[in-house]
């Protein structure tokens, strides 16, 4: 009766604990995304400082798993995991004010060095500096956790094992937690803010627990490590380490390879990066379970080859089934997340769940009931460093040389180094065997592989250039029907193009250099296929042209397209830098008479910080006194409630807020806000004088915006904040997670939806206060009603 207390109370403990780490594992997850978000404001949103953060949380968690793995020699591991919790949530609340601290221009400006390396190890050192307390102390937990579940344990390693699932199952809720509600709805920073309370009560209720429950200290020199079979220590290392690199290598991958057929918004990586953790618990779980039943050797030897077989079986059915097509199936939004889901569990969750399962098998071979806490500890500080190296291989070695096809033969050749390492000296020939057969699926796949990239292009365009990097494909198409040429993204976001497309994109810049009275210099945030910028090049007053471009592989698709882009970029008055938009604006000392912010897709995710307040003002900040200040916005890519909040963020910067046409079309409508702080005033003879030098250039001339009627005729009127306290804001980009909704539910801003916008909205908005000899330039309310009379018919037949 006694014996069957203790088991019922052991169990009960076990239970608690499992609950504790899979709660710890969600805020462990909550905090990675709300502090990558917040590191990308500081360091900008790109591949480079994603690395560096990246990196930073790896470096931590590493040196956490050692200090972790020294602790359990103190006994009492549950009051140690207690301690690091409450310690780990104590920094979190501070992490905010650091990154908000640091958001300067003298610090932006020291880590934009035009040194590659120097701008990783500036912001490595930065990223290290503030993620090391809070990381360490989360790395310490999975030993600690690990060795409190094998005090109570009759398999301690299983037994962690097990403890591991529920840790990585919960870092899976906690991602789509964050991703779903916390983000949007809490805030970005205020999400680790709840993480941090969530955190705190995990840590008083392990202190409090280990306080009722005496459970017995290991031996304080730690153990000897009992080496199972004839595996050694320096192989499970080896595998361990192997093991984190193939898997965040994976992740990478897959979250490129997704990207050729989803829409990239945040719920799509965020399904990836989900279903990425269900399968690595999954793994663990499985682990746990056949440990009973077969040698840990053995596991090890058939998740390495049918690993790697699994990823090539998988790869291919992907990319045949998909045909690396649009998915676009779902009729409401919800519906559609669930089927991309799906789509994402149906192909990765084989592969990734039988990778999961070898960093968990390296704990069975190399198992000690004193020493479980220490031995996991090592193990996963080795399996950590590998990880960071994984991501950084992946990202900046493996898709800029070998592609996305070559990674994943990459990764699936080492996944057949582990079976090498811990090869079985009984049953030779069905070892031999299973390892030609891994070898003979990497051959056929690799022989595969060059069929693939011709898929998922435009049937009407020729495809001609494709450059890949961690950014995804850049490919240059041509026209079949025309001598138009594009610039795509991912195959399926086409950055612009020439032919019919081109006069539209030099009026992106001719509008609103128009509207200033002198423009010497201009700044243009997006290349695109640099037939924008080519526009201001143009305007013979322009002295300076610096352009901001994300992905260097655009600047070198646009320098394809040079003929047709009038060789913008062998301009002497144009500067490109490769930066992100916002971070550059930051960073920046330059003033400038203009500032034209490209058309960017606002679904995409973390695009939306370029429609946020805190990125307005910042623009603001780097105009002269009478600078404007012109956002282009792809009406149709977005609903009315997005349309109205970028507006309303856009008019409390700026005063002076006006409304304008650059494309009047009612299927794919294209308005630009263009913003000042003081009101705009035109002198009308200058105006035409500009005007008719512009039609002598070649290339000068636009039918659409020729005289100063056609400018007349492309004003829509002022706009008026009408809900102050519904903004886009850093703390809440409401775009980001807005539009794809209206994505989904076919409620964007085109054909019938943007006619009910036109009459309820556009047409009741004031007409634009701009001054010319003292006089409305628009022209008294008859004529502004005149106008827009003509608009509704060149929209609308009527």
Not at 104 to 133: H, Y
Not at 240 to 248: D, K, N, P, Q, R
Not at 472 to 489: F, H, L, N, P
Not at 701 to 726: H, K, S, T, Y
Request: hydrophobic share 45%.
């Amino acid at each position: 009766m006694e014996q069957t207390s203790r088991f019922i109370a052991s169990r009960r403990t076990t239970t608690l604990l499992h609950g504790l780490f899979l709660i710890s594992g969600a805020t462990t997850l909550v905090y990675e995304i709300s502090w990558t978000r917040q590191a990308g404001l500081l360091f900008g949103h790109t591949v480079l400082a994603g690395s560096v953060v990246l990196a930073s949380l790896f470096f931590g968690l590493a040196t956490g798993y050692g200090v972790g793995s020294r602790l359990c020699q103190f006994g009492r591991p549950l009051r140690w995991f207690g301690g690091c919790e409450i310690l780990a949530a104590s920094w979190a609340l501070l992490v905010p004010s650091l990154f908000d601290a640091l958001q300067s221009p003298v610090v932006i400006r020291w880590m934009s060095d035009e040194s590659q390396a120097w701008q990783w190890f500036s912001r490595a050192g930065i990223g290290i500096a503030i993620f090391l307390p809070a990381t360490i102390a989360l790395g310490a937990t999975l030993p600690l956790m690990s060795q409190a579940l094998s005090l109570g344990s009759g398999n301690p390693s299983r037994g962690a094992a097990i403890g591991y699932a529920w840790n990585t199952a919960g870092a899976m809720a906690g991602t789509l937690i964050c991703t779903y509600l916390l983000l949007v709805r809490v805030g970005v920073s205020h999400s680790s803010f709840w993480a941090a309370g969530v955190g705190m009560g995990i840590g008083v209720l392990a202190i409090g627990l280990s306080r009722r429950d005496a459970m017995r200290a290991p031996n304080p020199i730690g153990g000897s490590v009992n080496v199972s079979g004839s595996a050694s220590p320096i192989a499970m290392m080896t595998i361990a380490g192997l093991s984190g690199f193939i898997t965040l290598a994976l992740e990478i991958l897959y979250t490129r390879l997704f990207s050729l057929v989803f829409h990239n918004s945040t719920y799509t990586f965020g399904n990836v990066v989900a279903v990425f953790l269900l399968s690595l618990a999954l793994g663990s779980a499985i682990v746990a379970w056949l440990v009973k039943r077969t040698r840990a050797e053995l596991i090890l030897f058939w998740c390495g080859v049918s690993g790697a077989i699994t990823c090539c079986i998988t790869l291919a059915l992907f990319v045949n089934v998909t045909r690396l097509g649009y998915f676009t199936v779902g009729d409401s939004f919800v519906e559609h997340l669930l089927r991309g889901f799906a789509l994402v569990l149906g192909f990765i969750i084989v592969p990734v769940t039988v990778c999961g399962m070898i960093f968990p098998a390296t704990w069975q071979v190399l198992s000690d009931r004193n020493a479980t806490g220490r031995v996991i500890g090592t193990l996963a500080m080795v399996n950590a460093i590998g990880a960071a190296l994984g991501s950084l291989s992946a990202s900046f070695i493996m898709l800029p040389t070998i592609g996305l096809w070559g990674g994943f033969l990459t990764a699936s050749v080492l996944l057949m180094a582990v079976p090498i390492l811990v090869w079985p000296r009984q049953r030779r020939y069905p070892s031999v065997a299973a390892v030609t057969f891994g070898v003979l699926c990497i051959a056929v796949t690799a022989v595969a592989m060059p069929s693939w990239s011709t898929l998922g292009r435009d049937a009407n365009e020729v495809f001609l250039t494709r450059r890949e990097s961690a950014y995804g494909w850049i490919d240059v198409t041509r026209s079949k029907e025309s001598d138009a040429w594009y610039i795509r993204q991912n195959l399926h976001y086409r950055l612009g193009g020439t032919g019919a497309d081109a006069m539209r994109e030099r009026r992106q810049a001719r509008l609103p250099m128009l509207l200033h009275a002198y423009p010497q210099e201009v700044l243009f945030l997006g290349m695109g296929t640099g037939v924008t910028a080519a526009g201001a090049v143009h305007h013979q007053e322009t002295e300076r042209i610096e352009i901001v471009e994300l992905i260097a592989d655009v600047t070198a698709a646009a320098r394809e397209l040079g003929r047709r882009n009038d060789h913008v970029l062998d301009n002497d008055r144009v500067h490109v830098t490769t930066d992100d938009a916002r971070h550059f604006l930051l960073g920046t000392d330059q003033r400038f008479d203009v500032i034209v912010s490209d058309l960017f897709v606002p679904w995409e995710s973390e695009t939306g910080y370029l429609y946020t307040r805190e990125h307005y003002v910042a623009a603001a900040e780097r105009l002269n006194d009478d600078g404007l200040f012109c956002q282009w916005l792809p009406v149709y890519q977005m609903g009315q409630r997005e349309f109205t909040m970028i507006a309303d963020t856009f008019a409390t910067v700026f005063p002076e807020t006006s409304l304008w046409w650059g494309k009047i079309d009612p299927s794919k409508p294209i308005i630009g806000l263009v913003g000042a702080m003081q009101p705009i005033e035109l002198d009308e003879s200058k105006l035409k004088a500009r005007l008719s030098q512009l039609k002598e250039i070649v290339g000068g001339n636009d039918p659409q915006l020729a005289e100063a009627q056609d400018l007349r005729l492309a004003a829509i009127g002022d706009w008026r904040v009408q809900n102050a306290d519904l903004l886009n804001l850093d703390e809440h980009p409401r775009v980001e997670f807005w539009t794809p909704q209206s994505l989904m539910t076919g409620k964007l801003l085109r054909g019938a939806w943007f006619a009910k916008f036109y009459d309820e909205v556009l047409t009741k908005l004031p007409a634009s206060d701009i001054s010319s000899d003292s006089e409305s330039f628009l022209g008294d309310a008859a004529e502004v009603q005149e106008t827009r009379q003509t608009l509704g018919f060149l929209l609308f037949g009527q």
